[in-house]
């Protein structure tokens, strides 16, 4: 692990050279050049709905970190193919590029088998940027909000998940946890630094809350993973920092293809109240390194350093270490992406604990089928006194969906789909989750294209 005042130093370079002088744009430099023709007065691009002009769509937009197709960019500083589907409303006001997107589902969801409950709950997501030249870099604003609190702070029943609690005194068993009611306030600032390589760009990324350098994009950001209504049993191996309180991240990206970064940031997950801003302790660390090779790949390794993540266990700390590929194929009416991803917790105290995702997702006109499979060591599907309590399980969870997308109005669309899981449960943990469970969900989705 690179030691703290590396990531300091890196830092404070990437922030002189944001109030060094204007560089001019090069041919290869990292970040996106000046435009070509000046922009039109800022009355004239009020409320201009850019999707609706001829090569203004989001496909022409840089991203937030360098001179790519803005469609790479995922949760955070994470990448994604350069192909992937982008959804949500652009437009333009003066110098500033807008977006805005959002989602919100209705869930009827029955988890079966002795340990499996039901329950009604709406899951939602909102989020908006806003990006503007400046000082001859990239200024980029995030801001993010979900009503997931309005569910209760037990969450959601899905069986074999596990991670945070809902009362600060018992760990969430067989149940996902909703996330926090802001997910991301953060600003991020890019700028060309050489020529060298192909071009070389730095930039800085500052969140309260917000995503640290580790792991993929976070499953409800990935084509693959967000047509779920439920989150992967192996979250809290892989993405499960992606609502952090504290975060500071430094990159470098060189040339069009290979980005590394480094993150300072809280290790404590969120605790049980939703709805306020967690203490930012800055005391944990990551790195990660991701690679394009083409437009419709994406590959990431990384590995973090997490203080005290749990709060009902404050003297554990973790490493943890994760790999994924994301290929994406973009065809006329669709689009199908697949994410592969391994993680690695080593608990100290505590052991080391694995988890492998396999998902898929395919679109055909209206039509979208998603499948997940699953692998995962799990030490906390049982609480003392239970004898079972602390030992190791690997289990393993298939899942099929299928949604229906109907325009609504310009903007909007329903989507009407199911999910049907089952699971691979060793000998002896049946007798508390029966032979052979399935569980349910009937979902309605109203989001934002």
Not at 177 to 198: C, K, N, Q, R, W
Not at 218 to 238: K, V
Not at 412 to 429: E, K, N, R
Not at 431 to 442: E, H
């Amino acid at each position: 692990m690179l030691s703290r005042p590396v990531l300091v130093l890196l830092l404070a370079t990437c922030a002189s050279s944001a109030a060094a002088q204007t560089m001019p744009a090069m041919p290869g430099m990292a970040m996106p050049p000046a435009p070509a023709k000046p922009a039109p007065a800022k009355d004239d691009m009020a409320g201009m709905d850019m999707s609706a002009m001829p090569g203004m769509d989001h496909m022409a937009m840089t991203g937030a970190l360098g001179d790519y197709p803005m469609t790479r960019d995922g949760s955070g500083t994470s990448w994604q193919p350069d192909s992937a589907p982008h959804a949500g409303l652009h437009a333009a006001l003066g110098p500033w590029s807008l977006m805005l997107h959002g989602d919100g589902t209705l869930v009827y969801d029955d988890q079966g088998g002795p340990r499996g409950s039901t329950k009604t709950f709406f899951e939602s997501m909102l989020m908006g940027m806003a990006s503007r030249p400046l000082g001859g870099g990239e200024l980029t604003l995030h801001g993010m909000i979900s009503l997931d609190p309005t569910m209760g702070k037990g969450g959601y029943p899905e069986l074999l998940q596990t991670g945070e609690t809902a009362d600060g005194r018992v760990s969430l068993v067989d149940r996902q946890h909703p996330h926090d009611f802001i997910d991301e306030l953060s600003v991020t600032y890019a700028h060309p630094l050489t020529t060298a390589f192909g071009g070389i760009g730095g930039f800085v990324y500052l969140a309260y809350p917000g995503e640290p350098a580790l792991g993929p994009v976070t499953y409800l950001h990935r084509f693959s993973g967000m047509a779920s209504p439920e989150a992967p049993i192996d979250h809290h191996w892989l993405d499960s920092t992606h609502v952090d309180f504290g975060v500071a991240t430094a990159g470098l990206l060189i040339g069009r293809t290979l980005k590394l970064e480094l993150s300072d940031f809280t290790g404590r997950e969120p605790d049980q109240y939703r709805w306020n801003f967690d203490p930012a302790r800055f005391d944990s660390g990551s790195w990660r390194v991701t690679w394009n090779p083409t437009r419709d790949l994406s590959m990431q390794v990384s590995q973090g350093w997490l203080h005290s993540p749990e709060q009902l266990t404050p003297e554990v700390n973790q490493r943890r270490t994760t790999t994924s590929a994301t290929y994406n194929r973009a065809y006329a009416g669709g689009n199908w992406q697949t994410t592969l991803a391994w993680g690695e917790d080593v608990n100290t105290p505590g052991r080391k604990l694995d988890a492998t995702l396999l998902e898929s997702a395919a679109s055909f006109g209206p039509h979208t089928v998603f499948a997940r499979a699953e692998q995962a060591d799990k030490d906390e599907l049982f609480l003392a006194p239970n004898p079972l309590a602390d030992r190791v399980f690997r289990v393993g969870k298939l899942s099929l969906g299928y949604a229906y997308a109907i325009p609504v109005a310009r903007h909007f669309l329903i989507d009407l789909g199911g999910l049907f899981s089952v699971y691979d449960l060793p000998t002896a943990i049946k007798p508390a989750y029966g032979s052979s469970p399935r569980s349910l969900m009937l979902f309605t989705r109203v989001r934002l294209d």
